[in-house]
């Protein structure tokens, strides 16, 4: 019988997609930190400055982390005038999360960060390959948690 082929982290998914997600985050931290937001943050700007308004649970879940963290999340970028939490007339329990214009500015400015840091990135890998790995992960993430 051939012999028994031994685990090897170097092969497995997971740990190379976390690798890679660490180095992606460390870059992208070190270019958003200099501007003195997080990448955290830079990613909550991006999805309340997609929609007119936007609730702090849908904003959790398009981000995957709890509500409890994007509460303290919007706190911190409600202090520094980057969003505004606004009561829904109808419902007081609701709250939307409205992007401000000093927000919106700093989200357009650092949309051109995030694009500049994709091309770095696509320019060191085949489009096809990149289209590939980026399909290959959505599918790995739509089959996993959903």
Request: net charge positive.
């Amino acid at each position: 019988m051939g012999e028994k082929s031994m685990f090897d982290i170097e092969d497995c998914v997971g740990f190379q997609i976390s690798n890679a997600a660490k180095v992606v985050e460390e870059h992208v931290n070190n270019k958003m930190m200099s501007l003195g937001i997080t990448r955290v943050q830079w990613i909550a700007l991006y999805y309340i400055g997609l929609e007119k308004s936007i609730n702090q649970s849908c904003l959790a879940k398009k981000m995957r982390i709890k509500s409890s963290t994007a509460a303290r999340l919007i706190d911190r970028m409600e202090q520094h005038h980057y969003v505004k939490r606004v009561k829904n007339t109808s419902d007081k329990r609701i709250i939307h999360l409205q992007i401000t214009k000093k927000g919106r500015m700093l989200r357009e400015h650092l949309q051109g960060i995030a694009q500049m840091t994709t091309d770095e990135l696509n320019n060191k890998i085949p489009v096809e390959d990149y289209m590939t790995f980026i399909n290959i992960l959505k599918n790995i993430i739509d089959s996993t948690y959903y």
